[in-house]
């Protein structure tokens, strides 16, 4: 094992411990994962390799491959091989420089949505970052850009995101103010600032499809009847749901350092200052 210059370690230290967290939150099982914008170098990305792939199964270094975010190409040649989807990681770090991490889950509590003429919006306050749009959150459809790209690249319609090119046309769906695109048949991709913020996301985007869900039961599936966060509401809570990040991932971090499934091989990451609202 390899000596790790202090920031990476700490980064790597994160990136396993939320591997866990994803898991132990249903968003991913033995596919989905989360990528990291390497501290060291921001051309370069790292997430965890195809074996042992499962994130509940990632424990060292070993087990993370970095690439480069100009076309995903693997930064050591002899590395083992990635994830076909890397793509979507690649591309979304590469038009957006301010993000550092981004996680990508088939939640089966999120991918109803995308079946259904349902728009996601934010139910409650722990969502704001959803937005307020009559329209919900976008949602990336691969037929549509297998149509766009016409002859350009060779498609096998398996609903993966494995080319740039694929990876580009979802990358456009995403936006600051809009930080998760659900993906038709498939699942759901969001992006933060950090590793805490992406997984903050990700979580509170299921847990809000949850209640949704129960909503709708309530109203009959009648969309219209169901209360949303209004424009204001949807802003507000967003500056709140920012400040209450660290909150979170002090249980989180909890919850898979006492479960026995969940190795570090790395050490455990720093704890985090506390932040929350100051009233």
Avoid at 73 to 85: L, R
Avoid at 154 to 178: F, N, V, W, Y
Wanted: overall charge neutral; glycine content about 6%.
């Amino acid at each position: 094992m390899t000596d790790l210059p202090a920031p990476l370690l700490s980064a790597l230290r994160l990136l396993i411990r939320a591997n866990h967290i994803l898991h132990q939150h249903k968003l991913v099982d033995a596919f989905g994962h989360i990528s990291l914008r390497h501290p060291l170098a921001p051309d370069q990305y790292l997430i965890a390799a195809y074996d042992p792939g499962a994130p509940a199964l990632v424990k060292s270094q070993e087990d993370f491959v970095s690439y480069r975010v100009r076309d995903s190409s693997p930064v050591d040649p002899n590395a083992p091989q990635g994830y076909s989807e890397r793509f979507i990681h690649g591309e979304i770090l590469r038009r957006f420089p301010d993000i550092n991490c981004v996680v990508h889950s088939h939640s089966e509590t999120v991918i109803p949505f995308t079946l259904a003429d349902i728009p996601v919006r934010p139910v409650f306050h722990m969502a704001g970052f959803l937005g307020s749009s009559s329209k919900g959150i976008p949602v990336f459809d691969a037929q549509d850009a297998y149509r766009e790209l016409g002859g350009t690249v060779e498609i096998t319609p398996d609903m993966l995101i494995k080319s740039q090119p694929l990876g580009k046309a979802l990358a456009r769906k995403l936006h600051p103010s809009t930080p998760v695109v659900l993906q038709h048949k498939h699942g759901f991709t969001t992006m933060g600032k950090s590793i805490e913020e992406a997984v903050y996301r990700a979580l509170y985007t299921q847990t809000n499809c949850e209640l949704l869900s129960k909503a709708l039961g309530f109203a009959k599936g009648d969309a219209k009847k169901v209360s949303y966060l209004s424009d204001e509401e949807a802003k507000s809570c967003k500056k709140m749901n920012e400040k209450c990040v660290d909150k979170s991932w002090r249980l989180w971090l909890r919850e898979v350092q006492t479960n026995p499934l969940y190795e570090n091989e790395e050490g455990e990451p720093e704890a985090l200052a506390v932040n929350g609202m100051k009233v």
